[in-house]
């Protein structure tokens, strides 16, 4: 047994038993890729995967725990690695955080200018994507950490932290209706089209459920993934732009009214996670601890290592 089987039944389920993908993914042939997991299933005396002729089409069902285990030894094994780094006194690195657009455009600037100030040797690569593939990410080692408002806090998998709460807004033209009203409920919203965030992203499904409790179903005429171009279509009077507060600043928003919906939409919670499991070497503890300085380093290595939320 070594770690290349290890690796290649790994990639196999990742790569959702595409050997081909496989072999580029391990920089190796396809044919090198067949052999290694034919060798492992060998020696332990079992088929980790279906086939169809020489198609990997799943998992048998010995497979699924033995891909659980290979998860486990491999993720063990960076472990290992990212310990003797820390106990060597490296002060090098790479840290890759998972996001979405909103977080890396509003509310980690200032986190990630900190922390590049602490650690000037440690590369830091953000990657913007969406909740659900922030999560994905995680879990496969792609990222170190992962910060959404969406889909971190219900995955198994996933150690995740509170760091702050926020709220939506409302945003429209100067001289729109909604400005001549003191506290426009979600009946007067409804009046008018709507621009907000995709399914999934920036608290969407919070706006959605109030809506649906009250019985309204509004004109979402566009939606985007970037508060900006929301503000941009409202700010042409398009519509009511639905975005999260950070995203509003009067200084450069100077085309649009921003209203308060505290009152119309529930509260927001965003979240930072990281890999249950996982060894966090100093510099990720020190970037946790920069967007949530109400973590203390105890409490992420006991949620981290099996403790409760």
Known sequence: MNFQQLRSIREAVRRQFNL????????????????????????????IFERYGKRLTGLTEPGREIVRIVERLLLEAENLKHAGEEFAGSSSGKLTVATTHTQARYALPRV???????????????????????????????????VATE?????????????????????????????????????????????????????RNRIDSAFANAGLKPEIV???????????????????????????????????????????FEQNTTRIAVRRGAYLRGYTHAFIRLFAPQLSREEIVQTVNGGAD
């Open 222 to 264: 566009l939606t985007a993934l970037d508060a900006d171009v929301i503000k941009t279509y409202a700010e042409l009077d398009l519509g009511v732009g639905i975005v999260a507060s950070v995203a509003y600043d009067p200084r450069k928003d100077t085309g649009l009214h921003c209203i308060a919906a505290a009152h119309l």
């Open 20 to 47: 081909t993908e496989v072999a580029n993914a391990l920089y190796t042939s396809q044919p090198g890729v067949s052999r290694q997991i034919r060798e492992l299933e060998d020696e332990l005396g079992v088929e």
């Open 151 to 203: 889909a971190v806090a219900g995955e198994a998998g996933l150690a995740s932290f509170e760091a702050y709460t926020w709220q939506h807004v409302l945003v429209v033209a100067h001289g729109h209706p909604l400005t001549a009203l003191a506290s426009p409920t979600l009946a007067d919203v409804a009046c008018y089209p709507v621009i907000t965030y995709d399914a999934g992203f920036t608290g």
């Open 112 to 146: 990630v200018q900190a922390f590049r100030r602490e650690f000037p040797q440690v590369t830091l690569a953000l990657q913007e994507t969406s909740p659900t593939h922030i999560v994905e990410m995680l879990l496969t080692g792609q990222a170190d950490i992962g």
